[in-house]
Each structure stands twice: as C-alpha cells, then as structure tokens.
C-alpha cells in the first residue's frame, strides 16, 4: 500500500519561510509527477506547483518567484521551499503523486493528509 506523508508545515510571519516535505512509501514501482496543492477555508483545491520526474516543473502564478519545488526520485521525495509568505498562502498543502505501485496495473493518483501553513503576524 503507497503512503505519501507530509512535513514542515506550521505558522509562520509574513515574509518568512517554510519548507515542506512529503516522503511517498509503500509499494512503489514509478513516481511520474509529484508536487503540491493547497485549500484555503471556503475555497476549492488549487495547484501550486508539480515536478515530472525529469525535473520539469510548473508553478500557479501567483506563487512564481517565491516558491521552489524539487524532488530527490531516490527517496520518493518531493519538497516545497516557501519564500516571501503572504497571508494569502494561509491553507492546508496537499501533497500528489502518481504513481505506479508493485502490481503495475496502471498509474494511480495518491494524495498526502495535508498540512496546515497559516501565515499570520
């Protein structure tokens, strides 16, 4: 069974800096893409940003320039540095994989249990 477990989320003042982690585990063949989503209180999930496994990435705009995605693919691991917070960033970031597990049926998408980022002063 594939677990994606989050890290390193919490409170933070605006200006400052977190960084996220979400280790994937479990029966993993291939991880295609990972990478990251976020739900604010009353409003649908949104991307943040996604890594193939090639390293190429993809940013929502209103976070370009101030967070960096990146992944080590020997860990299952994808990580999310958050720069220059703003209280807008205030929600609950959702770890994504896709992921083909031992059984090989096909890629299936796994999600994280979230972690809260509250931006505040």
């Known amino acids: 069974q594939v677990q994606l477990v989050e890290s390193g989320g919490g409170l933070v003042q605006p200006g400052g800096s977190l960084r996220l982690s979400c280790a994937a585990s479990g029966s993993i063949f291939s991880i295609l893409v990972m990478g990251w989503y976020r739900q604010a209180p009353g409003k649908q999930r949104e991307l943040v940003a996604t890594i193939t496994s090639a390293g190429r990435t993809n940013y929502a705009d209103s976070v370009k320039g101030r967070f960096t995605i990146s992944r080590d693919n020997a860990k299952n691991t994808v990580y999310l540095q958050t720069n220059s917070l703003e209280s807008e960033d205030t929600a609950v970031y959702f770890c994504?994989?896709?992921?083909?597990?031992?059984?090989?049926?096909?890629?299936?998408?796994?999600w994280g249990q979230g972690t809260q980022v509250t931006v505040s002063s």
């Open positions: 994504y994989a896709n992921i083909l597990d031992g059984t090989r049926s096909g890629f299936r998408d796994y």
